[in-house]
């Protein structure tokens, strides 16, 4: 839905303030397309299809925390 979408967005915008990522997990198409129908698109947020492939997205900035 669209509120939730917009949530994910104004997360991913603080954590980009802050110089984090904010990597999204196992999304279904439907639901891409609904974050991506509120802005929530590369690189703003990334996608992967497993906490594994997540882990392997992140920065070398962030993954030293």
Not at 8 to 15: D, E, I, K, L, Q
Not at 39 to 57: M, T
């Amino acid at each position: 839905d669209s509120t939730a979408a917009h949530a994910v967005r104004s997360t991913a915008a603080r954590a980009q303030r802050a110089a984090s990522q904010l990597i999204v997990v196992g999304a279904s198409p439907v639901v891409r397309a609904a974050l991506a129908a509120q802005g929530c698109q590369p690189p703003l947020v990334l996608f992967a299809p497993s906490i594994e492939a997540g882990v392997r997205l992140r920065s070398p900035l962030t993954s030293a925390a």
